[in-house]
């Protein structure tokens, strides 16, 4: 389940995010990120992902 979750994390890293921890502060910092630059908002999903 992972992979597709880091999969879902570089294609569109909100979605990654959401697949693993749900609507929270993790989510909301990630669709910022997304916004500012789509490269951190891949680092960040994945860290999200591999942390938890």
Request: some cysteine.
């Amino acid at each position: 389940m992972d992979l597709i979750r880091i999969l879902c994390a570089i294609l569109l890293p909100p979605l990654g995010v959401f697949l693993q921890v749900g609507i929270g502060k993790d989510f909301w910092i990630n669709i910022v990120l997304t916004l500012l630059g789509y490269i951190p908002g891949i680092v960040h999903a994945i860290w999200v992902i591999a942390r938890t």
